[in-house]
């Protein structure tokens, strides 16, 4: 079995968190949804689990970050072109999220991002083939 990564965030409203990442054209897999989470996937091997606080409350003895004045993580996926990352980043502002930063273009590679609605940072980035690691 291959190696897989599964990054799990708490959200506010599971429901709104869903329709935000389904406008942005993810899908998400039933066998591992319910009223407490989901599980959007990412990639062949890489998934996010949305898990409502509550529920998220349940595998730490910590506090839930307060996104609004921290930030707890940057999720940078990689893109198959700088027209994909603006795509995805004008659909996310347009499903509720924001921009927080310009993009910027090194060259050899893109960036941009966007914050989803819970307060979570999501980059996005594009490298030429011939630079991936």
């Not at 708490?10 to 329709?19: G, I």
């Not at 004008?90 to 914050?115: E, L």
């Not at 979570?120 to 630079?131: G, N, R, V």
Request: proline share 5%; hydrophobic share 40%; net charge negative.
């Amino acid at each position: 079995m291959p190696t897989q990564i599964f990054v799990n965030l708490p959200v506010k409203d599971l429901k709104r968190a869903v329709e935000f990442f389904t406008r942005l054209g993810f899908i998400f897999d039933p066998k591992f949804t319910d009223e407490n989470a989901t599980c959007m996937i990412v990639g062949e091997n890489i998934f996010v689990m949305l898990l409502v606080e509550d529920f998220f409350k349940t595998f730490t003895p910590k506090d839930i970050c307060d996104t609004s004045k921290s930030t707890e993580v940057l999720i940078c996926i990689s893109v198959d072109s700088r027209e994909r990352i603006n795509e995805m980043v004008n659909k996310a502002v347009a499903a509720g999220g924001t921009a927080p930063r310009q993009s910027k273009d090194y060259g050899f590679m893109y960036q941009h991002g966007f914050q989803d609605p819970d307060g979570h940072l999501w980059e996005l980035i594009y490298m030429a083939p011939s630079t991936t690691i």
